[in-house]
C-alpha cells in the first residue's frame, strides 16, 4: 500500500489526546474531550502496511 492509495481527499491520518470512555456498541474506542495533537505522515503509514505484510500470520484487511 502507497501513501494515499486509500485515502481520498483531505482525509488524513492523525493522533488525538481525549479521556476514554465506555466503548460503542461496536467495540469501537470512544473518547471525550477531544483535542488533536498532530498528523501522521504518509511515510509511517507505509513504512506499517510493509510491517503487517511481512508478519506470517494473517492481520485480516487494512481498512477498517
Do not use: F, H, N
Request: avoid cysteine.
Amino acid at each position: 500500500m502507497q501513501g494515499g492509495e486509500d485515502r481520498a481527499g483531505d482525509i488524513r491520518p492523525w493522533t488525538l489526546y481525549g479521556e476514554d470512555v465506555p466503548r460503542g456498541p461496536d467495540k469501537e474506542p470512544l473518547v471525550r474531550e477531544v483535542r488533536p495533537v498532530g498528523w501522521i505522515g504518509l511515510a509511517v503509514i507505509d513504512d506499517a502496511a510493509r510491517e503487517v505484510m511481512r508478519q506470517r500470520r494473517s492481520w485480516g484487511p487494512m481498512r477498517r
